[in-house]
């Protein structure tokens, strides 16, 4: 089974950037899409961004679209994160995800492993 582990969360302010990576185990990574996924105090768990197994299809949330870029490289089980011009309201745990098929799903329904999270904080 596929188990994931999330890194790179911290606290930076407004304006910054962070790069989150999403470290894989097991041999079957590439074969499936992967996504990310944000969840803020006192709020539903929301979708980020997610890309499919060979990274030649994205999808973004309109909260993050033009400032966050997904991406994965499958040599190293490794699904990215990058996210500039941060905004305070882009605090929380953020969660990878392994898809339960090779395309993009924007739905929770559609992975099937999670990583524990990793906190991101923005300060303004």
């Known amino acids: 089974q596929v188990q994931l582990v999330e890194s790179g969360g911290g606290l930076v302010q407004a304006g910054g950037s962070l790069r989150l990576s999403c470290a894989a185990s097991?041999?079957?990574?590439?074969?499936?899409?992967m996504g990310w996924f944000r969840q803020a105090p006192g709020k539903e768990r929301e979708f980020v961004a997610a890309?499919?197994?060979?990274?030649?299809?994205?999808i973004y949330a309109d909260t993050v679209k033009g400032r966050f870029t997904i991406s994965r490289d499958n040599a190293k089980n490794t699904l990215y994160l990058q996210m500039n011009s941060l905004k305070p309201e882009d605090t929380a745990v953020y969660y990878c995800a392994k898809g339960a098929y090779s395309t993009t799903s924007i739905t929770e329904r559609g992975y099937d492993r999670w990583g524990q999270g990793t906190q991101v904080t923005v300060s303004s």
């Open positions: 097991g041999r079957t990574f590439s074969n499936y899409a």
């Open positions: 890309l499919s197994w060979r990274g030649r299809s994205t």
